[in-house]
C-alpha cells in the first residue's frame, strides 16, 4: 500500500484501515496505477484510468453519496459531462484515449479477477455499486482524497523537475552541467523524463553524424541525420517513440520488464520493421541482447523463420551507459542544445507551451 493511500486510509478509518483496503478492489487497483508517484516507478501515470474513475466519482458525490438504494435506479452519467471533466484536470488537456469503454474495465478484471467497474449503457457511465461500499461504508469520498493527493503529488514532482531544469541553466561551466545531467539519467527516472532526456542525448549525438546518399554516384548529396520525436510520451504511437531522417530508422523508449514481450510486440506493430530499442537500464546492451535472444528462442519454439523475424527485427540496443557515453561526449555549445531541448519537450509533455 503506498504510504499516501495508508495515510489517508488511517485518517479516515482508523484502526480499521486495513480491513477497508483489504476488502476493496478499487483502492487496491488505484494503489497498483499509483506508482508514478516515485522516482522509482517503472510504470507511467496511467491518468485515463484514474481520471475516468475519479470523473464518475466526482459527481457521484454529490448526488448518491450514502444513498445506497436511490443509486441503484441510476442509469450513469453522459460520456460527453465526463470527458469534460477529465480534461480540466491535471495533465488531462491532451489525453489521447478514454478509458471509460474498455480499458479500466478490461485492466480491473484481469487485476481484481472480479466484475466490470465501469457500468456502461448506451453512452452513459456508472460505477459498479459493489466497489463503492466495504462492509457497507460508502468509500467514495475517501476515494477521491486518495486521487487528489496522487494529483497534487504529480504536480509536486512535475514542479521539482522543472525547478532543477531552471537552475542548471543558470550553471556555468561545462562539467557541473553534466554531473547535474548524469544524476538525472537512471534506471530510477520516471519513465517520461526519462524518454525525454533520451531522445534531447540522442538527437544532439546524431546531429554530428553526416551521410551521403542519391540516386546516383554523379548525384550524391550530403546530409546531417536528424532525429524527431513523434508525439508525447503517453501517445499511442505503434512502437514508434523516435523516427530518424534520412534513413528511416524507428526508436522506441522501453524498459526492462519481467519478460520481453512488450519488445516483440512493439516489433509486431510496425510488421518487423526494424527497431532500434532504447532501454532504461544500466545492464550492458551484450546481457540485454543475450536475454531478448534466449526469450526469443522460447517463445519461438525453436523454429528458424520466428527467431530470424524477430531477431533481424532488433536494429540495435542503447541502454544508459551508451546514453551516459554520449552525452559526456559531446561539446559544452551542444550540451546547452541539450538542456534547451529537455526544457522544450517537458514543457510540451506539461502543456506549458
Same mark, same amino acid.
Given at each position: 500500500?503506498?504510504?499516501?493511500?495508508?495515510?489517508?486510509? @488511517? #485518517?479516515?478509518?482508523?484502526?480499521?484501515?486495513?480491513?477497508?483496503?483489504?476488502?476493496?478492489?478499487?483502492?487496491?487497483?488505484?494503489?497498483?496505477?499509483?506508482?508514478?508517484?516515485?522516482?522509482?516507478? &517503472?510504470?507511467? @501515470?496511467?491518468?485515463?484510468?484514474?481520471?475516468?474513475?475519479?470523473?464518475?466519482?466526482?459527481?457521484?458525490?454529490?448526488?448518491?453519496?450514502?444513498?445506497?438504494?436511490?443509486?441503484?435506479?441510476?442509469?450513469?452519467?453522459?460520456?460527453?459531462?465526463?470527458?469534460?471533466?477529465?480534461?480540466?484536470?491535471?495533465?488531462?488537456?491532451?489525453?489521447?484515449?478514454?478509458?471509460?469503454?474498455?480499458?479500466?474495465?478490461?485492466?480491473?478484471?484481469?487485476?481484481?479477477?472480479?466484475?466490470?467497474?465501469?457500468?456502461?449503457?448506451?453512452?452513459?457511465?456508472?460505477?459498479?455499486?459493489?466497489?463503492?461500499?466495504?462492509?457497507?461504508?460508502?468509500?467514495?469520498?475517501?476515494?477521491?482524497?486518495?486521487?487528489?493527493?496522487?494529483?497534487?503529488?504529480?504536480?509536486?514532482?512535475?514542479?521539482?523537475?522543472?525547478?532543477?531544469?531552471?537552475?542548471?541553466?543558470?550553471?556555468?561551466?561545462?562539467?557541473?552541467?553534466?554531473?547535474?545531467?548524469?544524476?538525472?539519467?537512471?534506471?530510477?527516472?520516471?519513465?517520461?523524463?526519462?524518454?525525454?532526456?533520451?531522445?534531447?542525448?540522442?538527437?544532439?549525438?546524431?546531429?554530428?553524424? %553526416?551521410?551521403?546518399?542519391?540516386?546516383?554516384?554523379?548525384?550524391?548529396?550530403?546530409?546531417?541525420?536528424?532525429?524527431?520525436?513523434?508525439?508525447?510520451?503517453?501517445?499511442?504511437?505503434?512502437?514508434?517513440?523516435?523516427?530518424?531522417?534520412?534513413?528511416?530508422? /524507428?526508436?522506441?523508449?522501453?524498459?526492462?520488464?519481467?519478460?520481453?514481450?512488450?519488445?516483440?510486440?512493439?516489433?509486431?506493430?510496425?510488421?518487423?520493421?526494424?527497431?532500434?530499442?532504447?532501454?532504461?537500464?544500466?545492464?550492458?546492451?551484450?546481457?540485454? &541482447? %543475450?536475454?531478448?535472444?534466449?526469450?526469443?528462442? /522460447?517463445?519461438?519454439?525453436?523454429?528458424?523463420?520466428?527467431?530470424? @523475424?524477430?531477431?533481424?527485427?532488433?536494429?540495435?540496443?542503447?541502454?544508459?551507459?551508451?546514453?551516459?557515453?554520449?552525452?559526456?561526449?559531446?561539446?559544452?555549445?551542444?550540451?546547452?542544445?541539450?538542456?534547451?531541448?529537455?526544457?522544450?519537450?517537458?514543457?510540451? #509533455?506539461?502543456?506549458?507551451?
Amino acid at each position: 500500500m503506498r504510504e499516501f493511500i495508508e495515510k489517508i486510509l @488511517r #485518517e479516515d478509518y482508523k484502526k480499521n484501515f486495513k480491513t477497508i483496503f483489504n476488502n476493496s478492489p478499487l483502492l487496491q487497483y488505484l494503489d497498483i496505477k499509483m506508482g508514478a508517484v516515485y522516482g522509482s516507478s &517503472k510504470t507511467r @501515470r496511467s491518468l485515463a484510468n484514474i481520471y475516468a474513475i475519479y470523473s464518475i466519482l466526482n459527481f457521484y458525490v454529490d448526488d448518491f453519496y450514502n444513498k445506497k438504494e436511490q443509486y441503484k435506479s441510476f442509469t450513469g452519467y453522459p460520456y460527453t459531462k465526463l470527458f469534460s471533466f477529465c480534461r480540466g484536470l491535471y495533465g488531462g488537456e491532451k489525453l489521447q484515449n478514454h478509458a471509460l469503454n474498455s480499458r479500466v474495465n478490461g485492466e480491473f478484471r484481469n487485476k481484481e479477477n472480479t466484475k466490470d467497474l465501469i457500468i456502461t449503457d448506451n453512452g452513459k457511465y456508472a460505477l459498479h455499486i459493489d466497489f463503492l461500499y466495504v462492509n457497507g461504508i460508502d468509500i467514495s469520498k475517501t476515494t477521491i482524497k486518495i486521487i487528489k493527493k496522487y494529483i497534487q503529488l504529480l504536480q509536486d514532482k512535475d514542479n521539482a523537475f522543472m525547478k532543477d531544469l531552471v537552475e542548471l541553466k543558470k550553471v556555468n561551466t561545462r562539467e557541473s552541467k553534466l554531473e547535474k545531467l548524469l544524476s538525472m539519467l537512471t534506471d530510477k527516472s520516471e519513465a517520461r523524463i526519462f524518454e525525454i532526456i533520451s531522445y534531447a542525448i540522442l538527437k544532439n549525438h546524431y546531429k554530428g553524424i %553526416k551521410i551521403y546518399w542519391g540516386y546516383s554516384r554523379e548525384n550524391l548529396q550530403q546530409e546531417y541525420l536528424t532525429l524527431y520525436k513523434t508525439g508525447r510520451t503517453n501517445a499511442n504511437d505503434g512502437g514508434i517513440d523516435f523516427v530518424m531522417k534520412p534513413l528511416g530508422r /524507428f526508436f522506441q523508449v522501453t524498459e526492462v520488464m519481467e519478460n520481453y514481450d512488450k519488445y516483440l510486440l512493439d516489433i509486431d506493430k510496425v510488421m518487423h520493421f526494424p527497431i532500434t530499442f532504447v532501454i532504461k537500464t544500466t545492464k550492458s546492451k551484450n546481457i540485454i &541482447k %543475450k536475454e531478448i535472444d534466449k526469450y526469443i528462442q /522460447f517463445k519461438s519454439g525453436g523454429m528458424e523463420m520466428l527467431i530470424k @523475424r524477430y531477431k533481424n527485427a532488433i536494429e540495435e540496443i542503447i541502454t544508459i551507459n551508451e546514453l551516459k557515453k554520449w552525452m559526456i561526449d559531446l561539446l559544452s555549445n551542444d550540451i546547452n542544445h541539450l538542456i534547451n531541448d529537455i526544457e522544450i519537450y517537458y514543457k510540451l #509533455e506539461m502543456n506549458l507551451i
